[in-house]
């Protein structure tokens, strides 16, 4: 069975950090792509950050960049996202997403974690 289970979620002040996990099973994660997303409340869904599978480049979104940091550990099947310099904008449930190509688009195949909530006060 394929698992993306993400954890690290919670309540934070503005200026402090999270690291969010995403755990992969049930594929060969260390080939695919992954991708942090967010979603806020009334508000689209924004992709964040991506990493590859094969070719460990990094893409980051504007409003995250050099706040952001996404990594992998191949052996532990696991990608982070490591979130510094919160904003109360940053408050969203963050969802972790994994397919060969999901660096370059997404299909109706992906494969998605369940969501962590992120709030961050002022």
């Known amino acids: 069975e394929v698992q993306l289970v993400e954890s690290g979620g919670g309540l934070v002040q503005a200026g402090g950090s999270l690291r969010l996990s995403c755990a992969a099973s049930g594929f060969t994660f260390d080939k695919y792509a992954a991708a942090w997303f967010r979603q806020a409340p009334g508000k689209a869904r924004e992709k964040l950050s991506c990493?590859?599978?094969?070719?460990?480049?990094?893409w980051y979104a504007e409003s995250v960049k050099g706040r952001f940091t996404i990594s992998r550990d191949i052996a532990k099947n696991t990608v982070y996202l490591q979130m510094n310099s919160l904003k109360p904008e940053d408050t969203a449930v963050y969802y972790c997403?994994?397919?060969?190509?999901?660096?370059?688009?997404?299909?109706?195949?992906?494969?998605w974690g369940q969501g962590t909530q992120v709030s961050v006060s002022s």
């Open positions: 990493i590859g599978g094969d070719l460990p480049s990094t």
């Open positions: 997403a994994s397919s060969r190509f999901m660096c370059d688009y997404e299909t109706p195949d992906d494969y």
